[in-house]
Each structure stands twice: as C-alpha cells, then as structure tokens.
C-alpha cells in the first residue's frame, strides 16, 4: 500500500499570506489528522476529520482551517501567516472507526517557513 | 499536568542493552497508548500500540501499560545504534479521534 502523501514538502511565504497544504491518506483509511511540530512545542493536535465531518479540533486560532474531501483527501489552509507559524506540519491518517481507530500513520510533512 | 509527559533526555545506552523509555499520562488521556520513533528530519513513525493493562511484544520492542499507575514503557532489547531517534509516547484524548503527544525521549545507542 502506497503511504501517506502530502504536498508540498517546502514553502516558503511571507506574513500576512495565506497557503494550503495537501495531504492523500492511505487507501481505506477515512481519518485524517493534522498536526504541528515545532521545537519548543512538539506535536500539538490541530484537527481530525472523518468522512468530511470535522470531529475534533485542537486549540489553534481560527486561522487554521481544514476540510476533508469525499475521496478522504484532506487539505488544511492558514490565512494571515505569522512568524511564530513556521513549523512542520504533518498529516496522519487512520481507519477512524473499529477496534484499530487511532493508530495513526504520518506522511513525510510540509516544512513552512514565513518570512 | 500535561495530558501526556515523559522525560526529555538524552538517554544514552551501549550497543546491545536494554533501553527503557517511560510515559505518564492523566486523566484526560484514555487507555490507549502509541509510540512512535522519529527519526532526525523524518516524520514519526508507528512502532507499538497497547490498549490493556499489561505487556505486549513485538520483535525487540516490549510496550508495558500500567493503568493503576497511569504510565506507560517501550523496552527495547538488543538495542542498536540505528534505534538512535526520539521516541515519542501518544495517548487517545478522552473527547476521542485524536492524540495527545508528549514531547518525546530523545535515544543514543552507542557502539
């Protein structure tokens, strides 16, 4: 089975600018998470979505959005970037129902750097 | 106290001994638990889940839950210098579909 992938792997963008990022899931897994990792604060939760229904969501600011599409892709926008926004941002994704729910399988993430 | 925490390190242990992480977790974390290696520049990858009270081995990994004491071990035996990584410890949140990661232990094998 193919991995988890997202796109892009690096940006580069300057505050005030808005960006998206993608992220496609294993086949058969209909949970997708997101997360940042940065130094200081490791992995934090940002939100989860499970057959394009939001089902949890992280203490980020509205700025972080995210939608899930009915093929499971999953894509996650931040609007009006700060500095204090660049981080890794990865994606996981996980059957989300059963027994094995929650084991959560990352893709390599996107590096986002703001200027 | 964070919903998941383990201690920072370096952890440093010889070729071929056992290295022990550990994980303690509160109330707002549920009973199923994950680790997770990571490599330097790599994305976390999935080594171990437990979702009982007790052991459960795989291969050199040994993940221990004690739910009375409210932590959580990896154990890896044999260790070798390319376990050399962050390990990190994951728990379900209570409000459910998502995990509460520590910030992970930071692992040396040294030949």
């Known amino acids: 089975k193919a991995g988890v992938t997202q796109t892009p792997r690096y940006l580069i963008k300057t505050r005030g600018q808005q960006v998206t990022l993608s992220c496609s899931p294993i086949?058969?897994?209909?949970?997708v998470s997101w997360y940042q990792q940065t130094p200081g604060q490791g992995l934090q939760f940002l939100f989860e979505y499970f057959s394009e229904t939001q089902r949890n969501k992280g203490n980020f600011p509205g700025r972080f959005s995210g939608r899930q599409f009915s093929n499971s892709r999953s894509e996650m926008n931040v609007s009006t970037l700060e500095l204090g926004d660049s981080a890794l941002y990865l994606c996981?994704?996980?059957?989300?129902?059963?027994?094995?729910?929650?084991?959560?399988?990352f893709g390599p993430g996107t590096r986002l750097t703001v200027l | 106290q964070k919903e998941v925490e383990q201690n920072s390190g370096p952890l440093s242990v010889p070729e071929g001994a056992i290295a022990s992480l550990n994980c303690t977790y509160s109330?707002?974390?549920?009973?199923?638990f994950f680790w997770y290696r990571q490599y330097s520049g790599k994305s976390p990858e999935l080594i171990m889940s437990i979702y009982s009270n007790g052991d459960k081995e795989d291969g050199r990994f040994t993940a221990q839950l004690n739910k009375a004491s409210q932590y959580v071990s990896l154990l890896i035996r044999d260790s070798q210098p390319s376990d050399s990584a962050t390990y990190l410890c994951a728990g379900e949140k209570i409000s459910g579909y998502a995990l509460n990661f520590g910030k992970g232990t930071s692992l040396l094998v040294t030949p």
């Open positions: 109330d707002r974390v549920s009973q199923s």
């Open positions: 086949s058969g897994h209909r949970s």
């Open positions: 996981a994704s996980s059957l989300g129902q059963g027994p094995r729910a929650n084991e959560q399988f």
